[in-house]
């Protein structure tokens, strides 16, 4: 391992965590201007790193914030790649952080004219799956979705969020579930999935959640597996008539929901489709067991 490690990589320049310095003008700073990603890798390889970069090129260009070249081409797939080798963290599952602000310019709400060149910033941790809970499930607890109306772009404000899953925290449960207008979006943190006579239901992806990339990923597998599926909402009255209820996200893989508010749901235990999904969707992250190996 690198006895500087661990590393980041800010602004192009590969540092010591403990010397990086981000601006007090910054934008991120100042006023949460910027987007991120948050990326899984196992022993190295990264889980669908161009469905991720995609997402943020998307948020980058929807918010005016000029896309760096590395992004623009994918190159800095190659920088994460190295920084996970440079810390050690490909040895085993790690994440990796990648944000994006509109860079650092003396305060103005509008957008620094001349164009500014934004600040990208890099790290990597060592990560451990809750596998209790995905074999056990967890429970969860309803909140109301105070977010904007544009939660689609995986923006760094994240207040609302954060206030919900501490909501959860607080009440000793995995997960806080936003509810608008009586209907079930997606997790502070995950997106939701309900099941219900054989048939897989999620909100759509329009402005109100963000289209998760394991959740794509889980319906995609879904669909090869031949269970149907509808990109359509969960009221919160239909939650107690559910077989089974599951999230998806990257650090969350596909964790089966027990009980909502003290309620339980289904049989309270992890139901057969969750767990069909679940042997999916690991074996895509994972990859299939070596034949070879003892
Ligand atoms: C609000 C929200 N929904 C869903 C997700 C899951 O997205 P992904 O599967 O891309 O991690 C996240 C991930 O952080 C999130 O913050």
């Keep these: 391992m690198n006895p500087d490690a661990p590393l980041v990589h800010l602004n192009g320049t590969f540092l010591p965590r403990s010397e990086a310095r981000v601006s007090v003008d910054d934008r991120g700073f100042v006023f949460g201007d910027g987007v991120y990603e948050v990326f899984r890798s196992v022993r190295g390889r990264m889980y669908a790193p161009d469905a991720h970069m995609d997402r943020l090129r998307e948020g980058l260009a929807t918010l005016r914030i000029r ?46 004219d001349p164009d500014i060149p934004p600040t990208v910033y890099l790290s990597t941790s060592p990560f451990e799956p809750r596998h209790d ?75 109100y959640i963000l289209r998760g990339v394991t959740r794509d990923r889980v319906l995609a ?14 009221a919160v009255e239909e939650l107690a008539a559910l077989d089974e209820l599951f999230l998806t996200g990257t650090t969350t893989d596909v964790l089966p929901v027990s009980r909502v508010d003290g309620q339980v749901i289904g049989e309270g235990t992890p139901g057969p489709i969750t767990r069909l999904l679940q042997d999916a969707f690991r074996e895509d992250l994972y990859g299939r067991p070596d034949p070879e190996a003892d």
């Design 67 to 112: 896309i760096p070249e590395s992004i623009a081409d994918g190159t800095l797939l190659e920088v994460a790649r190295r920084l996970l080798s440079e810390n050690g963290h490909d040895e085993g599952e790690a994440t990796i952080y990648l944000q994006v602000t509109r860079g650092s310019a003396p305060r103005t709400h509008h957008f620094p």
């Design 133 to 207: 809970l995905q074999d056990s499930g967890g429970a969860c607890i309803l909140h109301p979705d105070r977010r904007w109306a544009r939660a689609h772009i995986k923006t760094v404000n994240l207040l609302p969020n954060i206030l919900a899953k501490q909501a959860a925290h607080d009440a000793d449960t995995f997960e806080a579930i936003l509810v608008r207008d009586g209907m079930v979006l997606e997790g502070s943190s995950t997106n939701v999935f309900g099941v219900m006579d054989g048939v897989v239901r999620t909100y759509p992806a329009a402005n």
């Design 221 to 234: 597998l879904a669909r090869d597996r031949g269970v149907p599926c509808l990109e359509e909402g969960l």
